[in-house]
């Protein structure tokens, strides 16, 4: 924040100009500290994200060259949300957008109308989409690829492009911390990976609300059952419940899980009519806040993970 010119007392009216030059000096340099402070921090690149993971995957590249801040607010619903008139002010005050795209954010095309003169750049590209199978949206990508610790490396290396075409004279900065980060996906994958296949093959058997974790289940080799495949589509109806009450006997999967932003009754149910245990909370489409227990893309993959496989636990 500038210091006001009124916020020191006039040199005029000091007392003895003579004697009080060394902290009048001193005073000028701090207020010329703090402007030119003031002044980087102005022209830092601002980057406005749809929502949290890209968030925190983009800050973690950015560092402190650059001022990252999220649509969607930790725990959010991601798919139908509805932009508010602030959430547009914040957009069009950006010099980039950072944007999922495989139909994701079904709402950005029609959020981007209000800011088209701003730049995007789209995180999945070059990412080979999985399909989802069942529903109205049927053959269309799945969208969460960033499920997969491989397909994230993706998301770092378009998030370091963006940054480096829009501030290239940061450019030294970004591209160190994208292969720090990078660094730290990698070497998070072998530890999960080796977790979930102690989990005896049989069993290897992933039952979801939402079927946001195909990415997931396709680099861990589990097989997968959902209630839905989308959460843009109908969520519980009492088919898609019957439908998994049926999977999960017929295949005695032993445990069944839901996910922190949709409700968990439908899962539960599943999980009292069979038998089978309710594992507990998955984290995919949103990060928590800081003081929760997923405030980073890192610890989403690995509470995941961790909490599959403590599902299958005796």
């Known amino acids: 924040m500038l210091l006001k010119q009124h916020a020191f007392p006039r040199l005029s009216i000091i007392r003895s100009w003579t004697c009080c030059r060394p902290f009048a000096l001193l005073c000028l340099l701090v207020t010329v500290s703090l402007t030119s402070h003031a002044a980087l921090a102005e022209k830092k690149l601002r980057v406005v994200t749809t929502f949290t993971i890209i968030q925190d995957i983009a800050q973690n590249v950015a ?14 619903e ?16 950006a010099d980039l957008i950072l944007w999922n795209g495989m139909n994701l ?19 999945t590209e070059g990412i080979t989409p999985l399909p989802i199978r069942e529903g109205p949206y049927n053959g269309n990508p799945n969208p969460h690829a960033w499920m997969s610790a491989t397909n994230a490396l993706v998301y770092v290396e378009n998030i370091r492009q963006a940054l480096v075409q829009h501030d290239p004279v940061n450019a030294e900065i970004y591209n160190r911390n994208a292969k720090a980060y990078a660094a730290k996906i990698s070497a998070l994958d072998a530890p999960l990976r080796e977790r979930l296949a102690r989990i005896p093959e049989a069993q290897r058997w992933l039952v979801t609300s939402e079927g946001a974790f195909s990415y997931l289940a396709k680099d861990y080799q589990l097989k997968e059952v959902y209630l839905w495949p989308i959460n843009a589509d109908e969520q519980g109806s009492p088919q898609q419940v019957r439908r998994v009450i049926d999977a999960v006997r017929a295949n005695h999967i032993p445990v069944v899980f839901s996910e922190s932003t949709i409700s968990d009754k439908p899962a539960k149910q599943v999980a009292k009519e069979t038998g089978a245990k309710y594992g507990g909370v998955l984290y995919v489409d949103s990060l928590s806040t800081q003081d929760g227990p997923v405030p980073t893309y890192i610890d989403l993959l690995n509470v995941t993970v961790q909490t599959i496989a403590k599902g299958f636990d005796q």
């Not at 509805?82 to 002010?89: A, E, M, N, W």
């Open 63 to 76: 560092g402190d060259a650059a001022v990252v801040e999220s649509i969607t607010k930790p725990g959010a």
């Open 78 to 93: 991601i798919h139908d949300y509805q932009p508010t008139p602030r959430d547009i002010v914040k957009a069009q005050h």
């Open 105 to 123: 954010e079904r709402w950005f095309q029609r959020f981007f109308e209000n800011i088209k003169q701003v730049p995007a750049a789209v995180v």
